[in-house]
């Protein structure tokens, strides 16, 4: 069943073409990828999914009703939806607990013992249950996304949007992040996750869209987009992030980063003499 | 007599205002300067006198300084006219806020540079003249500032003592017109005006002083 | 000094009172001041731009003119309008709309250092504007603010002894009365000084107490 429709997405602003006509689906639990390039619109593009940017034109259907229109209970749909931001955004005065306890009081009107024992759980099911009462100051980047998530999971949300999930972490805690991805894929929850995270895209396992100058070039699995037979412009965005990529991260061996390019003219990515 | 009447008619007081207001923050800068400097000596009995003293001028009141310092002190043979004792009540009060200021403004000049300084073989008269107060005075302005329009807005007093300024026009032509919702109305106007004109003529100073990278 | 203390041992009722009115005054403008400070501050805030210019014209306003102009416009002013109002409640109206618009500036500075994602995040989780600001804003604000806020009760407590000026029958016009009556002008206002200086003692106690009590981990706090 499709859960979410996105058609002919435009925006504009100050003058630039920042969405050029972004369309695609999403079918009730799938996680989804969107890949590209920085400043390709791919964050712009989650924020019109719920209303926090105004798109100029196109429709997005979300459980079967057009969010778009004049007479939408914005409120009522960003429940419904689950935001896990870029820097996690954990109210810095609230525990970790209470960060993901604070929607359901003041949202869900739950008494606060029902509300502590779900926020509990939700915490147990990100492995944060220890730390439900430290502050996001004491907590490591990776420790606040898991609270983040727990946070937009509580409210049992139709979905979850992932906005640069890997981008304030280092490495290491990336790998975490898909771990995490893949449990919740396996618990059936529909996401949506944006990235110029490479390793992320292909790792996550779900389908993958590249997104570049507002459009969407291609869609497809992992091999077909990272294949030989892809996209030039993919192939570009490629390097590029495989430069910045193999600049930042020690390479190990087993990670998997070179296997479908042995065509590739620049030289295989992941071999000793680099 | 029009509004624009009474505005005039109060002007006259203007010039004792910023007198009192210039004389106050002057007095205030260098009680203030002098602090810092001291507090910086090191001496644990100075630190303490000097902690005692920012203690007790930030905690009494402007209006009872003043008192003691023009009524009260006569009981002891002392005599002090209107403007110094505004000097020694409100400047002094302003020199105990200036030395927190300055103090942080010192503390935020790079030792370091100080140290070069040293190193090269600079007197410590001339390393405070040459590196660190042109440096601090440079930090210390939106402190500064901030002090010195408190001594604006403190500068009415004066009236109490004599001293002709605005404030003293006003209550004088209030008692004899019976206009004073306006009178006073004009007055607020005034001391804004005064107030906007003093912070915009130091920020454009500081403007012109401007060190790029030393504050921005 | 010793026969002036005698002296005011002897009209200490008087005297009491003046410390009563102080204290009363004192307290209920850090109260009314705080309240009204919220209330700006949420005005300037929130809301289209015109209100937020305005909200910012009175902040400046209030913040760049003296009390006592504020206060002498109500007190001796006023009556030749029409309504005469009692000493403290000039006071009150005076102090508050003065206060609140320092107060209002202070948590703005504070609003400037909060992390704006938390705010779209909370937009994000479908919170209105009014939760936004009671549940993320304000409790970050205030105590971020504790420093500013606990300084300017100081300051009124100080500043109630402008109300003299307009016959509000608080501490220091008690003290100016015995001085006057005594002609010991200088251990009147000594005394006055060194009373002031006890009160002021108390509250800096009770200010490093909250800031201890209120400061969160990891929070950096507004100076």
Known sequence: ?274 | MSFLQILLQLTGGVGYTIMVTVACSLTGVVVGLGVAMLSRLGASWLSAVLGAFTFIFRAVPVLVLLFIVFFGLPNAGLRVPPLVAMMLSLGVIAGAYLAEVFRGAFDSVDASEVLAAEAMGLSRFQILRLIEIPQMLRFAVPGMINEFTTVLKYSPFAYTVGIPDVMKEAMSLSATTLRGVEIYLAVGIIYFLIYKLLVTGVWALEKRTRIPGLTG | MISFLAQMLEYWPQVLSGLGNTLLLAAVISVTGLVGGVVVFYLAISGGPLRRRLTEGYISFFIGTPLIVLLFLMYYGLPQWGPKLTPFTVAVIGFTLNVAAYNARYLMTAFRGLDPDELQAARAQGFSDIQIFQLVILPQVMRLSVPALTNQVILNLKDSSIAFLIQYAEFFAQMQDLAIRSFRFLDAYLVAGAVYLALVSVVVVAARWLERRYVLPGVRRAR
């Open chain 1, 1 to 274: 069943m499709t859960l979410l429709s996105v058609q002919d997405l435009k925006l504009e602003y100050d003058g630039r073409t920042i969405l050029d006509g972004v369309s695609f689906d999403l079918a009730q639990g799938e996680l989804k990828v969107i890949m590209g390039p920085s400043g390709s619109g791919k964050s712009t593009l989650l924020r019109c999914l719920n209303r926090l940017t105004m798109p100029n034109g196109g429709r997005v259907v979300f459980e079967g009703r057009d969010v778009l229109g004049p007479d939408v209970d914005e409120r009522a749909l960003r429940q419904r939806i689950g935001f896990v931001f870029q820097n996690f955004a954990l109210y810095r005065h609230l525990t970790a607990l209470q960060n993901v306890t604070l929607a359901l009081r003041h949202l869900r009107r739950m008494p606060a013992a029902e509300a502590d024992e779900r926020a509990l759980r939700q915490l147990a099911r990100m492995d944060m249950q220890a730390h439900a009462h430290k502050y996001p100051a004491q907590l490591s980047g990776g420790q606040k996304q898991r609270v983040a998530i727990a946070r937009a999971l509580a409210m049992d949300p139709a979905v979850l949007f992932f906005d640069e999930p890997t981008s304030a972490l280092d490495p290491l805690m990336s790998r975490e992040v898909v771990n995490i991805l893949h449990q919740l894929r396996d618990e059936r929850v529909s996401m949506l996750c944006v990235t110029h995270d490479l390793y992320l895209a292909r790792a996550a396992g779900g389908r993958v869209m590249f997104l570049d100058q507002g459009r969407i070039h291609a869609e497809g699995e992992v091999d077909e987009l990272f294949g030989p037979n892809a996209d030039p412009r993919i192939r570009a965005f490629f390097h590029q992030e495989l430069q910045q990529a193999q600049a930042a991260q020690p390479i190990s061996p087993a990670q998997p980063m070179d296997g479908a390019q042995p065509v590739d003219p620049s030289g295989p990515a992941g071999s000793p003499e680099r």
